[in-house]
């Protein structure tokens, strides 16, 4: 258990739908990043958040967006939703601290959710 | 554009063998080279993790070995056990201004069979 929790596990919707994917990070973590996994394009890179600000972007697309709250969870929320979004999509967390990196600084995933659009 | 390569993308080993999974990086920015393991229905897993001032890190049955010049890097399990088999992914990291960006491989499935 990597201490990263994400709600729900599996969300079935339809094409035009709108779904909001939650994540709450380790305790401790003050940095979140978003993936999306699909069998033919791996695992990308979407957003990332620091203490509730944007910290980096990825191959996000303007239909999605995410914001970190003050008790550092995390919203990913995918609009006008269409076949190809039908995906895996990770949360993961790590430490992150300001006024410098540090590449040892790991990123723990949850566990995903899977997205289903019918 | 793909700037982590990693192959191949399935790999079948026999128990007790040497699995063996290669990735290419073109950015010289990136600063750091962790590998995951996934498992069906899990999150990818920090496996292990090694810095490009380096060229051969061990853990355990885990081998990365880095070759700068070449910008490669490749994963060697030693001793192939069924329990290994998932998907591997390679990464480069890059950490700049407090952010980290981590780029990964497309993916190896491994399958160790008895």
């Known amino acids: 258990d990597s201490g990263v929790t994400q709600t729900p596990k599996h969300l079935i919707t339809a094409t035009g739908q709108r779904v909001t994917l939650r994540c709450s990070p380790r305790?401790?973590?003050?940095?979140v990043y978003w993936y999306q996994q699909s069998l033919d394009q791996g695992l990308q890179f979407l957003i990332q958040?620091?203490?509730?600000?944007?910290?980096a972007k990825g191959n996000i697309l303007e239909r999605f967006s995410a914001q970190q709250f003050p008790d550092l969870h995390s919203e990913l929320n995918l609009s006008s939703l269409e076949l190809g979004d039908s995906a895996l999509y990770f949360c993961?967390?790590?430490?992150?601290?300001?006024?410098?990196?540090?590449?040892?600084?790991?990123?723990?995933f949850g566990p995903g959710t899977r997205l289903t659009v019918l | 554009q793909q700037q982590v390569k990693q192959s191949p993308q399935s790999l079948i080993v026999q128990k007790g063998g040497i699995s063996i999974i290669n990735c290419a990086y073109e950015?010289?920015?990136?600063?750091?080279f962790p590998w995951y393991q996934q498992f069906p229905g899990k999150g990818p897993a920090l496996l292990i993790a090694?810095?490009?001032?380096?060229s051969e890190k061990k853990e355990g049955r885990f081998t990365i070995s880095f070759n700068k010049s070449a910008k490669q890097f490749s994963l060697h399990i030693m001793d192939s056990q069924p329990g290994d088999s998932a998907t591997y992914f390679c990464?480069?990291?890059?950490?700049?201004?407090?952010?980290?960006?981590?780029?990964f491989g497309i993916g190896t499935k491994l399958q160790v069979i008895p």
């Open positions: 305790s401790g973590d003050l940095s």
């Open positions: 993961a967390s790590s430490v992150v601290g300001l006024g410098g990196s540090d590449p040892t600084d790991t990123q723990y």
């Open positions: 090694i810095r490009p001032d380096v």
């Open positions: 990464a480069a990291s890059r950490s700049s201004g407090g952010y980290q960006k981590v780029t």
């Open positions: 958040y620091y203490n509730g600000e944007e910290r």
């Open positions: 950015n010289t920015a990136f600063d750091y």
